[in-house]
Nanobody, 124 residues
Framework: VQLQASGGGLVQAGDSLRLSCAASGRTYIMGWFRQAPGKEREFVSGINRSGASTSYVDSVKGRFTISRDNAKDTVYLQINNLKSEDTAVYYC?????????????????????WGQGTQVTVSS
């Protein structure tokens, strides 16, 4: 499976963005991670196959919303009220295992396929 992330850009604090991750095939557990300069990659959000189960890191709860359209093999990350600390490269990731469960993995090691990343820069 190949993943193509898009939707990043240079925005002002308080703006919104929608990131997209298009997959070349069927996916199950999907996640978004981000990596800021000089920092480790961190889990941001994840979603299961049906979309009924989602997970967020505490710092983005209430501002980020993950969703998916399985007909388009695409996962989205809606980001509202952007803050300077959201500046990072955002990566989407997919777990290769067939999993219809509700558990969402927050460890990068649980994901097998990664997109190339899309830069989000928030100016204050």
């Amino acid at each position: 499976v190949q993943l193509q992330a898009s939707g990043g850009g240079l925005v002002q604090a308080g703006d919104s963005l929608r990131l997209s991750c298009a997959a070349s095939g069927r996916t199950y557990i999907m996640g978004w991670f981000r990596q800021a300069p000089g920092k480790e990659r961190e889990f941001v959000s994840g979603i299961n196959r049906s979309g009924a189960s989602t997970s967020y890191v505490d710092s983005v709860k209430g501002r980020f919303t993950i969703s998916r359209d399985n007909a388009k093999d695409t996962v989205y990350l809606q980001i509202n009220n952007l803050k300077s600390e959201d500046t990072a490269v955002y990566y989407c990731a997919a777990d290769r295992r067939i999993d219809y469960g509700t558990s969402i993995y927050s460890s990068a090691e649980s994901y097998d396929y990664w997109g190339q990343g899309t830069q989000v820069t928030v100016s204050s």
